[in-house]
């Protein structure tokens, strides 16, 4: 099993930033990928960034040049991070992080943490 905590969120003015921290421990030696995905209200949840465990990156297009995802790995944890910069009222939405691990159920999810980019 794979634990999860996020942290990060708040409200920001547009143009401003925000950095996104997601803490993975438990049985980190499965981890093979970690993402933020999003969800806006009345919209599906999509893939921000991602990253694996050896260090290659993909944004989703909206985002590319203004987010920034990255990992460390300390002992017995993974922690994850998005900086977000140039923050737009569109940015707004539930961020999730995601981990991909070799065990069961191979899918791990946070909690989620509210991003609000608004004036």
């Known amino acids: 099993q794979v634990q999860l905590v996020e942290s990060g969120g708040g409200l920001v003015q547009p143009g401003g930033s925000l950095r996104l921290s997601c803490a993975a421990s438990?049985?980190?030696?499965?981890?093979?990928?970690m993402g933020w995905y999003r969800q806006a209200p009345g919209k599906q949840r999509e893939l921000v960034a991602r990253?694996?465990?050896?260090?290659?990156?993909?944004?989703a297009d909206s985002v590319k040049g203004r987010f920034t995802i990255s990992i460390s790995r300390e002992n017995d944890k993974y922690t994850m991070y998005l900086q977000m910069d140039s923050l737009k009222p569109e940015d707004t939405a539930v961020y999730f992080c995601?981990?991909?691990?070799?065990?069961?159920?191979?899918?791990?999810w946070g909690q989620g943490t509210q991003v609000t980019v608004s004036s």
């Open positions: 438990g049985s980190i030696f499965s981890i093979y990928a």
């Open positions: 995601k981990v991909q691990a070799t065990v069961s159920p191979y899918d791990f």
């Open positions: 990253i694996t465990t050896g260090g290659s990156r993909n944004y």
